[in-house]
């Protein structure tokens, strides 16, 4: 008994070096970064206000890592992040089918997809530390039975659809992988 619980030991360090490691753990942070800018973003969709929506959620999702101060100024800053919306759809992909004499179908499922360019620098150096040409974030909505719901829907799958592209461009700017 003595000799198993001796080998458990000294195979315990060993377990340490296997390899895993837990994901988002590892973080690209440059410790000279203390102050980061995030201007509105760039918005050539059409959509009204997603500018607004999608740069305040980038703001957040950055404050809740807690590492430096963010602020709506390019100026006076450590590092800047920039983003452009390129594109915003919203597209039918379900279909109901209405059994009576009129025999129409109308669209009851729709899928959101934002594309977006984003660039994350640090101040003074014109290479950029991280970004993309084409972050793309999809979400989807049911229509329901009242068509008048379908702006109020569509602007809950927006919000939904801002959060998990803010939480995807601050994890690919932030995590090293």
């Known amino acids: 008994m003595r000799r198993r619980t001796g080998l458990a030991w000294l195979a315990l360090p060993l377990l340490g070096g296997c390899g895993y490691s837990l994901v988002g753990k590892g973080v690209n942070l440059d410790p000279s970064i203390k102050r980061i800018g995030v201007p509105l973003f760039k918005d050539s969709s059409g959509r009204p206000g997603l500018d607004q929506k999608i740069t305040e959620k980038v703001v957040e999702e950055l404050l809740k890592r807690g590492h430096f101060d963010v602020v709506p100024?390019?100026?006076?800053?450590?590092?800047?992040?920039?983003g452009a919306i390129v594109n915003y759809q919203s597209?039918?992909?379900?279909?109901?089918?209405d059994r009576s004499a009129t025999n129409t179908t109308q669209a009851s499922r729709y899928a959101i997809v934002l594309v977006a360019r984003v660039r994350y620098t640090k101040t003074g150096?014109?290479?950029?530390?991280?970004?993309?040409?084409?972050?793309?974030?999809?979400?989807?909505?049911?229509?329901?039975?009242?068509?008048s719901a379908y702006f109020d829907r569509e602007e809950q799958a927006i919000d939904r659809l801002a959060v998990t592209f803010a939480r995807n461009v601050v994890a690919s700017m932030l995590e090293a992988f």
């Open 73 to 82: 100024d390019a100026t006076g800053v450590d590092a800047l992040v920039e």
């Open 91 to 97: 597209l039918p992909i379900g279909f109901s089918d």
């Open 125 to 147: 150096v014109p290479e950029p530390i991280w970004q993309t040409e084409g972050m793309t974030t999809r979400d989807e909505y049911d229509v329901g039975d009242d068509p």
